[in-house]
């Protein structure tokens, strides 16, 4: 299975966590150019994993917001 398949059965709490451990690590230094990299990459799937959690939930309250001021 692929890190995109995996990452669509995260929850918004799982992504966000790993991704706070993939900066941690990034900030802390001490890795090869290729592992900050393969880092980097994941991070970035992560984040955008994290921002299809909330579009959705904004989404959700725009149609929740709607309804009511029909």
């Not at 451990?21 to 592992?35: P, Y």
């Not at 900050?36 to 959690?53: I, M, V």
Request: aromatic fraction near 4%; proline fraction near 0%.
């Amino acid at each position: 299975m692929t890190d995109e398949k995996k990452d669509e059965r995260l929850s918004y709490e799982q992504a966000r966590a790993e991704l706070a451990t993939v900066v941690e690590r990034l900030e802390a230094g001490g890795t090869s150019l290729e592992e900050s990299l393969a880092l980097w990459e994941r991070g970035e799937q992560l984040a955008a994993t994290c921002q299809r959690w909330l579009d959705g939930a904004r989404a959700r309250i725009d149609a929740a917001r709607q309804r009511a001021d029909a």
